[in-house]
Structure formats: C-alpha cells, structure tokens
C-alpha cells in the first residue's frame, strides 16, 4: 500500500495504491468513491476490498476525486467533469506504470460515475464493478436535499424548504450547503441529468452489480433488475449478486460487509 498524489490541472490528486501480490503490474482497478458522508463511511471497507484485490493479483488505485478527501481543492469546487477528468488522469497514471488492461469500480455514486466515464472515454474500460449502484441522479439528490428540509423543520428559527425549490436554486446557478457540504451547481446539476439505462456500452463487456441487502428474504431493487435486463439486452455479460451485510456506506458506525469483499474478490479472480 503506497499513498502518493497525481498531479493534474486542478492540483493533486491523492491516491492509494495497491500493488498486486506477487506480480508485475499488468491489469489493473480503479475505486471510483461514493459521495459525501458516505465515502468517509466507506473507507474501512474500500480498503479492505483493495487489499483483497491485489492479493488476487490486481493493481489497485483507490482515489480520494478533486475536493474530497486529501486531494487538492474544496468540496464546493468540484463539478462532475473535472471528476470525470480525475479518472482519465488515473487511466493514464496507470499505464504509465505497466497496466496495459484497466477496469472500473465505482461505489453508490462512484458506480454512476463510472458508468458514465466508461460510456464516454478515450480509454476502452471493458469491466465495471458497480457495487450498491445509485442508478437515478436525480432520486439520489432529492434524497440528499431532504437532510437539509429535515434540519430545517427541527429548527425553530429556520423557514421551512422543499427539495423542489432547492433544486431550481441549484438549476439557477446558486450552490447551496447541505449537512456542511457546499453544492456546486456544476456538479450536482448534471448529475441529477444521469440515468444509468442512457448509456452507450458500446466497448463495455461485462457488468458485474453487486447489491447488500440485510437478509436472505430481502428483494434487490428493482432499477437493478431492471437495469440486468436492459444491459443484457445490449449483449454484455452481466451479473446482479444479492449479498447479505451491513448498509457499511450508511451506518452509524464503521462497518463491514465479509460476503460482499469475498463474492467481489471472487469476481476479479475470474476476470484474471
């Protein structure tokens, strides 16, 4: 495990890197993070699942993107292309250092995110690991909104405010603060435009969704269903795995989720 930071145009860009177990550096993965509270939430099990990853002989490059995390600028500067650049900027990191095959995989938000770059790139990404999938941008964001509706309903001294009015703020240009998060209209307005089902997986081989659940009886989304059919309607190879474990990306305390690093480990096992 090796931390570092990879200069590009908006300054550095901090990384861990996993080096493969054994093996020169050939193929190799990268972790697109999940959003706000729920990347911190997420570091334990981002590492552990690394760490799994290159004892199976993968490089691992875990990004902290522009604004979060120790990379360089304010959460409130950050907009979704320059995201979309921190990947490429990895891609090209990586090859410098002897990856000659690189895949993607991206966490919540980081999985859209992902979906997105692969759709669009100079780079042919062929493998995606989508784990915990946000599939809708808008849904997800009216969701995020409504932390601040609810903080303002439990304060006396704050006028009330719906997600439909923070969201035209947003689409106005204006960027607004949700639970000490500054929201950079360029950032969150074209998210809110993303549909995971709009992609052109024109180079994209194989899929694999990975969705936690909290028992055996629980059903997986839907969107996730739905999203299998469509992909495999495009001819690639892909896979939706219901895994038992703990909401890690969410829950009060650090968390782990055992089945899912073992069913994922097992996946990029096959992929080598």
Known sequence: MKPLFIPTQTGPLFSIFYSPVNKAVSRAIIHIPAFAEEMNKSRRMVAIQAQAFSNRG????????FGTGDSAGDFGEATWQIWLQNIDTAIDWLKQHGAQSIDLWGLRIGALLAMDFASHSRHRIQRLIAC???LNGDTFITQFLRLRVAAAMMDNNSPPEKTSDLKRQLLEGQAIEVAGYLLNPDLINPLMAIRA???????VKEIAIFEVVSSEDSPVAIGNTQLLAILQKKNINASLTKVVGNAFWVSQEISEAADLIKVTSEKVEQWL
């Open 58 to 65: 993968y490089a691992v490059l875990v990004l902290d993107l």
């Open 132 to 134: 915990q999938p946000v």
């Open 197 to 203: 089902e709009q992609f052109n997986w024109q180079y």
